[in-house]
């Protein structure tokens, strides 16, 4: 599972690789940092590489549920004084951990969501949007938890107590003309909240044109000379915001606004070639929440192949050029190979290419018909094993990287690009993943997520099914 | 004026200038979820808060106040707008908050609400403030070159008040200290194409381009140089491919390291845009090719070994690259 590593030897600085000796005696911060990060890793991806056999292996594969669930639970009715530097992100709390319950397959008491129903209706504004807590003013990111942890419960109860239209208003009002959203009243503005904002409005089917006008083109100016994206026009590009945005266009369909092909070579770099993780900027540590983060754009690209395609083909034109005399059709056939490994039969590439219309991006989202997927351009055993291995804790819940100590969100993001990494080898959108998708004893599967959203599956098409049954909602203009 | 937490911090019930403030709990409900054991201090801090804003009472023992909440959750974004709403009706000193923000910062140089309200506070304060923005953030990246946070502001500072003169420099500065750290690059990218000091990222991109291809020297496996280098060229591929410095570079550290995986990855975008090696460049592989496709598609091959946690990745661009099949 761990390559051979020739970063590693590299990054750990001095002699080797042929570079030149410079006068500067240590190395840097940044080669020191890692290298620590490898030795930690390696020592516990070792373990379980000279393990004496397969059941050992298997073994120290195994997702520990029972303790995680322990730990979620735990948290979900009581939380110690030091939690109070959290207390307005209540609704974060309440989604991490109902959604990392949902994957684990666990059920909620109707009194366990009554109580959250009740409790999430008093951190709604009555302008519309959800706060930190009770009395704080509505936030998006808030808003974005507070919808997603409803729709995780799901049921009619909780579903109609969110008031779509004052939704729409506060939206409208924290919209910018140039495409950005700020945060709160007056608040910051950055990718986010394109992406929690749009999230929701998809979910509750209130994405009226006013709410989208410019936000392609201020995602589109957010993506940097790397490929990935940052938080505002100039920034680095940056896990969370480069989920963020794409993740909006996809919602949005226009994901065509984006240099694709740069961002896949963006993000296929960040995967760690020791850690199997993936780092959320260049040269920065691995981190278990950006299992999520990063692992999720390869779970919207996936659906989005066509387009990618297209435009990594437009960069090889200078290319085909050269070939003169040579065919110019690309050999499709290599991909169906490398698709075929990992999953049960081939991918359909023929059948792809003769279908007449072109799926659009957010249709091959919201279907529940059997969907051909490409398989993943990402490591997903890799990432699986870094999760397994090094983030999660013996005494329950998961962690960014040996020796952090877990933490709800963690918890919920490690589980998340656990889930995504494990249906990345599926081919058909519905049907579980194969046996050897799944890293470890196969009852580590988890419940599927929605990539755009991530809530569980069922639930998502539950609410969305919902809401478009729902009355429409009235534009609030002016 | 911060009050810490312990046996020192006297409860506002029992001091005199809040007597006339009913407070107002929290209205959890019956039975919350994610309930937090909040410490009597907080509680309170809290309540008498709530009281204040449902007030709207913009006063300075509403400052103060503030500042109580702020000192046990700098994360409280409604504290720190209803501070804001005070600051602007009391006329209060904004050099001072400046100050005031840098005590609270200490702990928490990772926190939305703190650099949004420096952002509003320098806004204000205007053009006199930049060195006093730059200095911050400089110390602020002393202790952690990457903050995301400073970093952003720094560039906010930039753009919207000026100040910069020594930016090329700093960047220089840090990347000696450390020729890793991608921001201090991104940073670099910034100032070349945004700078009104500057001709632009034409007039600088053959100075550039040699910064680059000594960072490249000294440390071969740097992603950051290598993308940097592609973005210098970004909407010019053409340029790129045809760049005798880059393409120098590129095979030099091919030449020197067989599974460099920068160079190789570089390369193969160089043949994608038109880059036409020579005879002795296509040896480099030790394999007789007959088209840069070829070549191209070899180059794949190879980083499928050496770049074995990406092979899906180079058997994807090698799937993607024109057939070498002659036509018939």
Redesign the interface.
């Known amino acids: 599972m761990a ?2 590593s ?2 590693a030897g ?2 750990a600085g001095g002699g080797g ?4 000796q ?1 006068g500067t005696p240590s190395t ?4 020191r940092m890692q290298k620590s990060l490898e030795d930690s890793v390696e020592t516990l991806l070792g373990a379980f590489a000279s393990a004496a056999n397969q059941h050992t292996t298997s073994l120290l594969l195994e997702l520990w549920r029972d303790e995680h669930v322990k730990y979620l639970k735990k ?7 030091t ?8 609704p974060w ?2 989604y991490w ?1 109902l959604h990392s319950l949902a994957m684990l397959n666990q059920h909620y008491s109707s009194a ?1 969501c009554n ?2 129903i ?2 999430l209706s ?1 951190c709604q504004d009555k302008h519309g949007g959800y ?7 509505p ?1 998006l990111a808030t808003t974005y938890a507070a919808v997603n942890a409803l729709v995780t419960m799901g049921g009619e109860k909780a579903l109609v107590s969110i008031d779509r239209e004052k939704m729409l208003q506060f939206f409208l009002r924290m919209k910018q003309p140039f495409g950005g959203f700020r ?6 503005i950055d990718v986010r909240g394109c992406y929690t904002a749009v999230s929701v409005a998809h979910i509750l089917d209130i994405m009226v044109p006013e709410l989208l006008e410019n936000i392609p083109e201020y995602i589109c100016s957010c993506q ?4 990935g994206i ?3 026009p ?5 896990g969370g915001y480069t989920y963020c945005g794409l993740a909006t266009l996809a919602l949005m369909n226009r994901v065509d606004v984006l240099d694709l092909p740069s961002l ?3 993000v ?2 960040r ?3 020791v850690e ?1 993780g993936f780092q959320g ?4 540590l691995v981190d278990g929440c950006y299992s999520f983060w990063q692992g999720g754009v390869f779970s919207l690209l996936q659906r989005m192949m066509p387009e990618l ?1 297209s435009q ?2 437009g ?2 034109g ?6 003169q ?11 169906e ?2 698709a075929g490994d990992e999953t049960e039969g081939s991918v359909d590439v023929e059948k792809e290419k003769r279908t007449s219309q072109r799926p659009t991006v957010i249709n091959q989202f919201m279907s529940t018909d059997d969907q051909l997927l490409y ?5 997903a055993q ?1 990432l699986q094993g870094y999760i397994l291995l090094c983030c999660q804790v013996l005494e329950g819940g998961l962690r960014d990287k040996p020796k952090k100590s877990a933490d709800y969100y963690h918890t919920c993001y490690c589980l998340s690009g656990l889930t995504l990494a494990q249906d990345s080898a599926s081919h058909r959108i519905n049907a579980p993943p194969p046996p050897r998708a799944v890293l470890g004893p196969y009852s580590n599967l988890l419940e599927p997520v929605h990539p755009l959203c991530n809530v569980v599956l069922r639930r998502y098409y539950e609410a969305v099914r919902f809401f478009r049954h729902s009355p429409p909602v009235a534009s609030y203009l002016g | 004026m911060d009050r810490e937490e312990g046996e020192d911090w006297e409860p506002l019930r029992a001091r005199p200038a809040w007597a006339d403030v009913v407070p107002i709990p929290q209205d959890d409900g019956p039975r919350p979820v994610v309930p937090i054991a909040y410490t009597d201090q907080f509680r309170e801090v809290m309540d008498y808060f709530r009281a204040i804003l449902a007030k709207d009472e913009r006063s300075s023992r509403a400052l103060e106040l503030t500042a109580e909440v702020i000192a046990l959750n700098s994360a409280n974004y409604t504290v720190w707008h209803f501070r804001r709403l005070v600051l602007e009706a009391l006329r209060s000193n904004l050099e001072e908050e400046l100050d005031f923000i840098e005590s609270v910062a200490e702990n928490n140089f990772k926190n939305y609400q703190i650099w949004h309200h420096r952002r509003w506070v320098a806004q204000k304060l205007g053009v006199g403030a930049v060195s006093g923005e730059l200095e911050f953030t400089e110390i602020v990246l002393l202790d952690d070159a990457k903050n995301y946070h400073a970093w952003s502001h720094r560039q906010w500072v930039l753009q919207e008040l000026g100040g910069w003169e020594g930016e090329l420099d700093f960047c220089s500065r840090l990347l000696e200290k450390d020729v890793y750290n991608n921001s201090a690059w991104n940073q670099r990218y910034f100032v070349v194409t945004k700078s009104p000091l500057i001709g632009g990222l034409q007039a600088m991109r053959e100075h550039e381009v040699h910064y680059c291809v000594d960072a490249i020297k000294a440390a071969p496996m740097n992603e950051s140089p290598w993308r940097y280098l592609r973005g210098l060229f970004k909407g010019d591929q053409d340029a790129l491919a045809h760049n005798p410095l880059v393409v120098a570079a590129c095979i030099e550290e091919i030449r020197k390291d067989a599974s460099c995986v920068q160079a190789l990855s570089l390369l193969v975008d160089l043949l994608g845009a038109g880059f036409r090696p020579t005879p002795s460049d296509t040896e480099l592989l030790h394999q007789p090719v007959s088209s840069p496709a070829a070549l191209a598609s070899n180059v794949c091959t190879h980083l499928e070994n050496v770049d074995a946690m990406r092979a899906r990745y180079w058997a994807w661009r090698r799937s993607l690259l024109p057939s070498t099949t002659p036509v018939s």
């Open positions: 390559s051979s020739s970063a590299a990054v690789g042929g570079g030149e410079r840097s911060v940044s080669e948290g979900y009715q009581h939380l110690s004084s939690y109070s530097v959290l207390d307005s992100s209540r709390l309440c951990i366990v109580r959250s009740d409790f008093r706060g930190g807590g009770p009395g704080q003013m936030h945060m709160h009243d007056e608040g910051e940097t000379y790397e490929g940052g938080g505002e100039g920034a680095e590009a940056h896949v070579n963006w296929v770099f995967q760690g070639a199997g900027r260049t040269n920065k395609i990594q083909e960069w090889n200078p290319l085909l050029a050269a070939s005399g040579f065919s110019s059709t690309s050999d499709a056939s290599n991909f190979e490398v398989g993943p351009l990402f490591n890799a």
